[in-house]
């Protein structure tokens, strides 16, 4: 696939360029993004058109949100719901595309005259330094990490992207000491391609895996997009990728790993991360023990001599999940915070939604108090098999889904290593694709579910009978693995959905 490249910089020169602008919007959503494109252009005197494939009745909690908004001209506001008309493409000013949507091939997009994201709106507009975050698997886990440590250190800080907060929403609070961290998709950074607006004081990319294969095609043209994250840095800014071997079979075809090729093209400062120490000439972070053989993190980097511990005891489960407070806790030591302040801070975050959350807990007939975690974020089966391990027992785990052409090894060998004391499973393509690897593994498990419902119906009555396996262990962890489209909307919609069974059902 052949990438897109956009025009170098902005259609808009300044935010005065939008005012009187016939402005389409592709794509109003329901969780935010085109929401608060349409709030900025209203805002700023633009004519505004939003057209979605959906209907009028599955955007209604959007619709109402901007109806009942009296701060809104919308005289000035057109909807086109259900379908997209050509001419509103070709006869506007400017479309402000959703990231989800390809632009190859796309019959209304190749009739814009220009094409914009909120991305590349915030960036062009905003003068704040921008911390991004890219990668498959813990992004979201370290942006909020970052967020959250920054704040706490005293930075007023703000967070956006791919996150599911755009960062319209604040960009007018944004200066040149107003950190911005930016979780950003592939599709995201693709949409960025060629324009030159994207320059991160400091960049990070989570553990690479394979992902959104059924977009792609091929791991090349995935990795080609996660790299623009760094392509605009210099020798100020920093970039920190992994120093650890790739999963099998992910890494690159001609050999090596996916963070040396991240390192050797960088231009900017590089530093690395990594489950053991690194070698004496890397800077970077990486996992230790402590004499009291507890778990610790520690830093090396340019501007300090010594290693230096910047993390110890954290509240979240996992060892991937500390990887992720780790690689934040880098970026924090990098923006001038202390390494005991990181070490306090980091110390209390208790993680974010949908993240091995924790949210519920009941007492089973076998007199345990078992505690529910959602894990809905989860959307590949290496996320998935991470989270069957975090917690160092065997726990009851709930998975299955959607499948976005992956493939699904690593989950079965996961649930088989570690082991899980029994395995739940919703319908879905990707469960097809699981079911078979499970049973060449011999390994047991319920279902597949058509709903949440039939599926936590079924676990009560286990735990209830205390011989089964559910009840005699303590922890339920529902980690799909798989995206959640047919059941649900999105993932976001799944674990409320599923938070909301547990305290219905339990």
């Known amino acids: 696939m052949k990438a897109h490249v956009y025009p170098k910089g902005c259609f808009f020169k300044s935010i005065d360029d ?23 252009l209203l805002k ?23 109806a009942f908004d009296d701060t809104l001209n919308k005289e000035r506001l057109t909807y086109v719901l259900g379908g997209h008309r050509i001419e509103d493409f070709r006869d506007a000013d400017c479309v402000i595309k959703n990231p989800g949507v390809k632009i190859q091939g796309n019959e209304f997009l190749s009739a814009a005259p220009a094409i914009e994201t909120d991305i590349s709106l915030f960036l062009q507009f905003t003068k704040a330094p921008i911390i991004a975050v890219t990668g498959s698997k813990g992004k979201s886990s370290t942006v909020s990490a970052i967020h959250y440590g920054l704040n706490k250190a005293g930075f007023k800080a703000f967070l956006g992207g791919n996150i599911t907060v755009s960062p319209l929403n604040f960009l007018e609070e944004t200066n040149e000491k107003t950190p911005v961290v930016l979780e950003l998709s592939s599709w995201q950074l693709a949409d960025l391609r060629g324009r030159g607006l994207l320059k991160p004081k400091i960049s990070l990319i989570t553990k690479i895996v394979p992902d959104h294969q ?14 623009l994250i760094y392509a605009d840095q210099d020798a100020d800014d920093f970039m920190i990728c992994d120093a650890d071997k790739d999963p099998f079979g992910a890494g690159p075809k001609e050999g090596g790993t996916w963070g040396n090729v991240f390192a050797s093209e ?13 070698d004496d000439s890397q800077y970077g972070v990486w996992l230790s023990f402590d004499d009291k053989n507890d778990l610790e ?21 996992g060892r991937h999940m500390r990887q992720n407070v780790m690689n934040a806790a880098l970026v924090l030591y990098l923006m001038g915070v202390q390494a005991q302040d990181i070490q306090k801070i980091l110390g209390e975050w208790n993680g974010i939604p949908h ?29 998935a098999a991470a989270a069957s391990a975090a917690f160092g027992k065997p726990v009851v785990f709930i998975s299955g889904g959607t499948d976005k052409g992956l493939d699904f090894e690593p989950l079965a060998e996961a649930v088989q290593k570690t082991p899980v004391a029994s395995l739940y499973l919703l319908a879905g393509s990707g469960t097809d694709k699981l079911l078979p690897l499970l049973d060449q593994k011999k390994i ?18 286990d735990f209830d009978n205390i011989e089964t396996a ?8 529902f980690s799909p693995g798989c995206t959640s489209f047919g059941m649900f909307s999105n993932e976001f919609d799944r674990g409320e959905k599923f938070m909301a069974a547990v305290k219905k059902i339990f």
Not at 47 to 61: A, G, W
């Open 44 to 66: 700023r005197g633009a004519y505004v058109l939003v057209t979605d494939m959906k209907t009028e009745e599955q955007l209604k909690p959007t619709l109402n949100s901007i």
């Open 297 to 317: 993190a520690l830093a090396r980097i340019p501007s300090k001599t010594n290693d230096t511990k910047i993390l110890g005891a954290v509240n979240v489960p």
């Open 214 to 227: 059924n977009w792609y095609g091929n791991m090349e043209d995935y990795i080609a997009d996660k790299k």
């Open 444 to 461: 047991a498990y319920h279902g597949p579910y058509n709903s949440l419902d039939e599926l936590l119906e079924t676990l009560k009555k």
């Open 470 to 477: 559910a009840a005699q262990n303590d922890t339920v962890v």
């Open 18 to 40: 939008i005012k009187d602008k016939h402005i389409t919007v592709m794509g109003l959503g329901l969780n935010g993004g085109g929401e608060a494109v349409a709030r900025f």
């Open 266 to 278: 960088c231009k900017a400062k590089v530093l690395r991360y990594k489950q053991d120490p690194l």
């Open 355 to 383: 993240r091995l959350q924790f949210f519920h807990s009941f007492k089973s007939a076998a007199q345990r108090n078992v505690r529910f975690y959602n894990d809905s974020c989860s959307t590949v089966p290496e996320a």
